[in-house]
């Protein structure tokens, strides 16, 4: 019944997890660590150390790898993997349709006028979290975040950005 | 109308690139959804990551729903998802199947060491344009609650709650309409 575990697990992690990747890091901690033991919390840290390295979400990152460790298939993967999506796609699809339904009434467009905002603050925190991690080591993480911040401003292709940067790493730190 | 193919490949290139969580997916989102095919309005796309916001979920996942279903309905939304998903997946099983040492691998760990700090970059350089035509105290407001989200730890979702409440308020008063009506236009 592992599968059963570890589908009802992710979807309540993908169905409780508001505000994305870090403060989804307890929740998962909650599931995987404290109530079914599939990680220790090292092997935990590790994964999201991993996540930071790969993209995507935390909590798809954290679903697939835990969705193999436990069950040794690809099977658990895609399992855990679903599951954690499953509330997104749902409540998203009806946030969405509702949202074009009601765009026009003028209590619905107040309340996205005073969410504006809080979604403002909310994504500037993110970039303050980061910030305060090992992100900036030497000047030259300030000399790549200042170049990045004018070339995306002045809309260089942000993946031209990513990839620039990547090498630059690779030739100021191995 | 536009393919789900086409969905599918636009949302499989954004989740590749997306580094550091569902914010730096923004400029990516911009270049691509809103530049490039048109499938999304400036103002859309803000009231996206407001609602993507406030409903549970990566904000990366409910971006990619709110994009498929405005352009293909459910069909729409399910190849933008697995698009977006399909990337992280697979590079994820490659390292739990096969390099479990990646992460100690040194010219990964260097590749890292350059890109955090663009990542910081692509998710600050976005809030200069939304930030733009707002009025002073809106900003003020945006910054006050950054800083109590960093360093107090409070789950953002109350601040959404707040801010949702004041703004039916504020639209209740007797000439609210059109007030709300110009503020919208700003965006």
Redesign the interface.
């Known amino acids: 019944m592992i599968y059963l575990q570890l589908f009802l697990a992710y979807l309540k992690i993908g169905f409780f997890g508001f505000g994305g990747g870090y403060a989804m890091i307890s929740l998962i901690y909650n599931e995987v660590v404290v109530q079914h033991g599939w990680l220790t919390a090292a092997q935990l840290a590790d994964v999201a150390a991993i996540s930071q390295m790969t993209p995507g979400p935390i909590a798809i990152n954290c679903a697939t790898y835990v969705g193999y460790t436990v069950t040794g298939n690809v099977w658990g993967s895609l399992l855990a993997t679903g599951a954690v999506c499953l509330p997104s796609l749902t409540l998203m699809m009806l946030a969405t349709r509702f949202y074009f339904k009601l765009r026009g009434n003028r209590h619905f467009a107040g309340a996205m006028a005073g969410m504006q905002p809080m979604m403002i603050g909310l994504i500037l925190s993110s970039a303050l979290m980061l910030f305060g991690e090992s992100t900036f080591i030497d000047w030259k993480s300030w000399l790549i975040f200042a170049g990045c911040f004018v070339a995306s401003v002045r809309r260089v292709n942000p993946i031209l950005l990513i990839l620039l940067s990547a090498l630059v790493g690779i030739v100021c730190y191995v | 109308m536009t393919s789900l193919w086409t969905i599918f490949a636009s949302f499989l290139?954004i989740?590749?690139?997306?580094?550091?969580?569902?914010?730096a997916m923004?400029?990516?989102i911009?270049?691509e959804m809103i530049?490039k095919r048109g499938w999304l309005t400036r103002e859309e796309f803000?009231?996206?990551?407001?609602?993507?916001?406030?409903?549970?979920?990566?904000?990366?996942?409910?971006t990619a729903?709110?994009v498929g279903?405005?352009t293909r309905g459910?069909k729409g939304?399910?190849s933008a998802?697995v698009g977006?998903?399909i990337?992280?997946?697979f590079?994820?099983?490659l390292?739990?199947?096969c390099f479990t040492e990646?992460?100690d691998n040194?010219?990964?760990?260097?590749?890292?060491?350059?890109?955090?700090?663009?990542?910081?970059?692509?998710?600050?350089?976005?809030?200069?344009?939304?930030?733009k035509g707002?009025s002073w105290w809106?900003?003020a407001?945006?910054?006050?609650?950054?800083?109590v989200?960093?360093l107090l730890g409070v789950?953002?979702?109350w601040?959404?709650f707040?801010?949702?409440?004041?703004?039916?308020?504020?639209?209740?008063r007797p000439e609210?309409?059109s007030e709300?009506?110009k503020?919208?236009k700003e965006?």
């Open positions: 290139k989740g590749a690139f997306t580094f550091g969580g569902g914010y923004i400029p990516l911009e270049a530049q803000i009231n996206q990551l407001t609602i993507a916001q406030s409903i549970p979920g990566p904000i990366a996942l409910n729903v709110f279903y405005k459910v939304a399910l998802l977006v998903v990337p992280s997946f590079i994820i099983l390292i739990a199947t990646f992460k040194a010219v990964v760990a260097a590749a890292f060491k350059g890109m955090r700090p663009a990542v910081v970059a692509l998710i600050a350089a976005p809030l200069i344009g939304m930030a707002m809106k900003i407001l945006a910054l006050a609650v950054s800083v989200i960093w789950s953002p979702i601040f959404i707040v801010g949702a409440l004041v703004g039916i308020g504020w639209s209740f609210g309409g709300v009506r503020e919208e965006l």
